[in-house]
């Protein structure tokens, strides 16, 4: 079992990114599995920020083999500016990443289409981040895809016109004014880079390495949370976040993952539209989106802010198989003398066991624990962080019968605590 699965266990923005580079380190090869760029991966070391959309955030480790899977949909203008920023040469990068043939394109139209879904629905918006990401998943199920491998074929314009086509006649249903040629020239730009890499079956790849003993850490996008199958649909996205998901979205078998590591934050955000339980739309509400740059990543959106809510991170842990807990933001909360959990929800006075499949309106239950005062940002030893801290934690780990061996005290590499 040389696959490992780290994902992230609420609505996205867990701290993804910089938990891979922080152990990337203990592996081989580091593999995206689903998504597309509405993921926005931040990672921070040398006091520079680095935001990932597209590309498995092992890239910063020259030694490590990088895949981007037949389950992640790839905007190729995005890819490009993400290449160019990133620093190394491309000749450079041709050599750290790989990229599945089978993984599906988002086209120009996807993105326009995205766009005049999300403005016909009205008051009813699900807070797209209007990346084609929707449209791109529909075709792919649709079976009228476009994929990575088709752009080495002598005859992909005359494919791609096909689908332009395809997706012109769509739009004449909306009233949205659009203008294709600004998408298209820097969509063929990034198509000529994507040529420069690696297109390969990337499965059988990762199958034949993992076999020889290399190990894959398998990179989730978004948030349990946000699962087609199990998030809280229709406000989801649109592929399976959970570590099924890295089964299908990588080609690999079941039987080949080890362990399973979630990412939760001290607290909760959540992105755009859809039920929040333990949101505060208050002054303690806005403290944490201070305190915790709860911006977006990918679109600079403000993020919804509230407690820990456990009964949703069971629910999540209980999907995913999850072996260890990595914990992030537990500096934001410092400096509140009371913090509340929230352990279940109330649905009109009765107790709700399980997490609703509809939108319905439930009420939390809290119970609330003691703060604790301390900067704990220059903290490495887990044995020296604030007694209640430690505290919450194993109120934690009680709740959900899972040990946290990760506490991360800040967003740089190195402002993270492993605990045995």
């Given at each position: 079992?040389?696959?490992?699965?780290?994902?992230?266990?609420?609505?996205?923005?867990?701290?993804?990114?910089?938990?891979?580079?922080?152990?990337?380190?203990?592996?081989?090869i580091?593999?995206?599995?689903?998504?597309?760029?509405?993921?926005?991966?931040?990672?921070?070391?040398?006091?520079?920020?680095h935001?990932?959309?597209?590309?498995?955030?092992?890239?910063?480790?020259?030694?490590?083999?990088?895949?981007?899977?037949?389950?992640?949909?790839?905007?190729?203008?995005?890819?490009?500016?993400?290449?160019?920023?990133?620093?190394?040469?491309?000749?450079?990068?041709?050599?750290?990443?790989?990229?599945?043939?089978?993984?599906?394109?988002?086209?120009?139209?996807?993105?326009?289409?995205?766009?005049?879904?999300?403005?016909?629905?009205?008051?009813?918006?699900?807070?797209?981040?209007?990346?084609?990401?929707?449209?791109?998943?529909?075709?792919?199920?649709?079976?009228?895809?476009?994929?990575?491998?088709?752009?080495?074929?002598?005859d992909?314009?005359?494919?791609?016109?096909?689908?332009?086509?395809?997706?012109?006649?769509?739009?004449?249903?909306?009233?949205?004014?659009?203008?294709?040629?600004?998408y298209?020239?820097?969509?063929?730009?990034?198509?000529?880079?994507?040529?420069?890499?690696?297109?390969?079956?990337?499965?059988?790849?990762?199958?034949?390495?993992?076999?020889?003993?290399?190990?894959?850490?398998?990179?989730g996008?978004?948030?349990?949370?946000?699962?087609?199958?199990?998030?809280?649909?229709?406000f989801?996205?649109?592929?399976?976040?959970?570590?099924?998901?890295?089964?299908?979205g990588?080609?690999?078998?079941?039987?080949?993952?080890g362990?399973?590591?979630?990412?939760?934050?001290?607290?909760?955000?959540r992105?755009?539209?859809?039920?929040?339980?333990?949101?505060?739309?208050?002054?303690?509400?806005?403290?944490?989106?201070?305190?915790?740059?709860?911006?977006?990543?990918?679109?600079?959106?403000?993020?919804?802010?509230?407690?820990?809510?456990?009964?949703?991170?069971?629910?999540?842990?209980?999907?995913?198989?999850?072996?260890?807990?990595?914990?992030?933001?537990?500096?934001?909360?410092?400096?509140?003398?009371?913090?509340?959990?929230?352990?279940?929800?109330?649905?009109?006075?009765?107790?709700?066991?399980?997490?609703?499949?509809?939108?319905?309106?439930?009420?939390?239950?809290?119970?609330?624990?003691?703060?604790?005062?301390?900067?704990?940002?220059?903290?490495?030893?887990?044995?020296?962080?604030?007694?209640?801290?430690?505290?919450?934690?194993?109120?934690?780990?009680?709740?959900?019968g899972?040990?946290?061996?990760?506490?991360?005290?800040?967003?740089?590499?190195?402002?993270?605590?492993?605990?045995?």
């Amino acid at each position: 079992m040389n696959i490992d699965i780290l994902l992230g266990l609420q609505w996205g923005d867990e701290g993804k990114g910089k938990i891979v580079d922080a152990i990337s380190p203990d592996y081989d090869i580091v593999a995206r599995f689903q998504g597309g760029p509405n993921a926005g991966h931040s990672l921070e070391f040398n006091n520079v920020k680095h935001i990932l959309h597209l590309i498995p955030s092992g890239i910063f480790h020259p030694e490590k083999l990088n895949i981007i899977g037949n389950g992640v949909v790839i905007d190729p203008a995005v890819f490009k500016k993400e290449i160019e920023n990133l620093g190394p040469s491309v000749e450079e990068l041709t050599k750290r990443l790989i990229i599945s043939a089978r993984a599906n394109l988002i086209l120009p139209g996807h993105r326009i289409l995205d766009a005049a879904y999300e403005n016909s629905k009205g008051c009813l918006k699900i807070g797209s981040t209007l990346k084609g990401i929707g449209p791109a998943y529909t075709d792919k199920v649709a079976r009228n895809g476009l994929r990575a491998g088709e752009i080495l074929r002598k005859d992909f314009r005359e494919l791609y016109n096909k689908h332009l086509e395809a997706h012109l006649s769509m739009l004449r249903q909306y009233d949205f004014k659009f203008d294709i040629k600004e998408y298209e020239a820097g969509w063929f730009e990034g198509i000529e880079l994507l040529k420069k890499f690696r297109i390969l079956n990337t499965e059988y790849l990762i199958n034949e390495l993992t076999v020889k003993g290399m190990k894959l850490l398998a990179e989730g996008a978004q948030g349990t949370m946000l699962d087609i199958d199990f998030g809280s649909y229709p406000f989801v996205t649109s592929s399976n976040t959970i570590s099924a998901g890295a089964c299908t979205g990588l080609g690999v078998s079941p039987k080949s993952i080890g362990e399973v590591f979630g990412i939760f934050k001290a607290y909760c955000t959540r992105v755009g539209s859809g039920p929040f339980p333990t949101e505060l739309n208050d002054e303690t509400g806005n403290s944490l989106r201070e305190l915790g740059h709860e911006f977006g990543s990918t679109t600079g959106r403000p993020r919804r802010c509230g407690w820990l809510d456990l009964h949703a991170l069971k629910y999540a842990i209980m999907l995913n198989g999850v072996t260890r807990l990595f914990m992030t933001k537990g500096d934001v909360l410092s400096g509140f003398s009371t913090i509340k959990v929230c352990t279940g929800y109330r649905s009109e006075g009765k107790e709700c066991l399980e997490i609703p499949f509809t939108d319905q309106a439930v009420e939390p239950v809290y119970t609330e624990l003691p703060g604790w005062e301390e900067n704990i940002s220059e903290i490495r030893e887990f044995d020296k962080l604030p007694k209640n801290l430690r505290s919450y934690i194993a109120f934690v780990e009680k709740q959900t019968g899972v040990p946290v061996t990760m506490v991360s005290v800040g967003p740089d590499r190195e402002e993270t605590i492993f605990r045995k």
